[in-house]
């Protein structure tokens, strides 16, 4: 009788237990998936509308503008490729964005090394303030900027003019992302290498940047994303043919109000590079951050 007391209620327990099992790992809770089909058509919804907008006419879309192309029209696209005045906005959109992702890379690199490895007086000090960085965004200082640019370096109108400050006010985010990746390195890799009778900087260029490169992809692709979809520092400092493809977007939209169709297709074929861009190395920005936060 005992043994029948203690193995009867065995079975219900391991059942229940299956049953939790499934409903954690099986089912899911439907209000979160819902929520997140939620955000994600609040989130790519008008990102395919504009895309599909281009396919369409003037025409279509004031007849219904929820509508699919019907028939589909390559006209919107093929204007704006042909137009001289997109890719030399593209080029400096590329130009900028490159050589502001370059500066944020070496520089960040450099000035996160000794704040991670070194042990120095006032350190901590130092890399607070970086941080505090982070708090001043770049609208903040955007008329101190005008005039130093324009005035004292006399680089307005010019990529460097842009992508110095943008990379100015890329560097505090760069710095806190790669000092914990830096310093989840070991030391005895460290030492080893000295060791071996290689200096502090033969270090720093042979075995700590090669081993940083998914930290410093990822501060990268964050950076040329920022500058590619930068405006307000662009509208300030830049002026006709030397203007990005954010301001041809919006001067685009100024002078073909009507042509609705248009726009969308300017706006689409502006918005790709960096799109693609991002979505093809996303997977190696979250290495990065995994990796910081594990530092």
């Known amino acids: 009788m005992t043994a029948a007391v203690l193995t009867e209620p065995a079975t219900p327990g391991q059942s229940g237990t299956h049953r939790t099992r499934r409903r954690a790992f099986g089912g899911g809770n439907p209000i979160v998936y819902g929520l997140a089909l939620v955000v994600v058509a609040v989130t790519v919804g008008p990102v395919l509308y ?55 890379v070496v520089f960040g690199i450099m000035a996160a090394y000794p704040l991670a490895r070194y042990q120095f007086r006032g350190r901590e000090q130092l ?44 560097l505090p985010m ?51 994303v920022g500058s590619w979809n930068a405006y307000l520092l662009p509208l300030l400092l830049l002026q006709g043919d030397m203007k990005t493809l954010p301001l041809g ?24 590079p960096a799109l693609v861009f991002f979505l093809a190395m996303q997977k190696r920005i979250v290495n990065g951050l995994q990796g910081a936060v594990k530092g």
Do not use: C
């Open 249 to 272: 977007v919006a001067d685009f939209s100024s002078e073909h109000a009507s042509d609705t169709a248009g726009v969308f297709a300017f706006t689409t074929l502006a918005m790709i």
């Open 50 to 104: 504009g895309v599909l907008g281009g396919f369409r006419t003037n025409a279509q879309l004031a007849e219904n503008p929820a509508g699919l192309p019907d028939p589909w029209v390559l006209t919107n696209y093929a204007k704006v490729l042909t137009s001289g005045t997109f890719w030399q906005y593209a080029l400096n959109s590329t130009v900028i964005a490159v050589t502001t992702t370059a500066i944020v």
């Open 174 to 224: 760069t710095v806190v992302i790669l000092r914990p990746f830096l310093q989840a390195l070991p030391d005895e890799l460290e030492e080893a290498a000295l060791l071996d009778g290689a200096s502090r900087i033969g270090f720093f260029w042979r075995i700590l940047v090669p081993l940083s490169g998914p930290g410093m992809v990822t501060v990268g692709v964050l950076a040329f």
């Open 127 to 170: 890399f607070l303030v970086f941080v505090l960085g982070l708090l001043f965004p770049v609208t903040v200082a955007i008329i101190p900027l005008f005039i130093l640019v324009t005035g004292s370096l006399h680089l307005g109108n010019t990529w460097w003019g842009v992508a110095l400050p943008q990379a100015a006010f890329a």
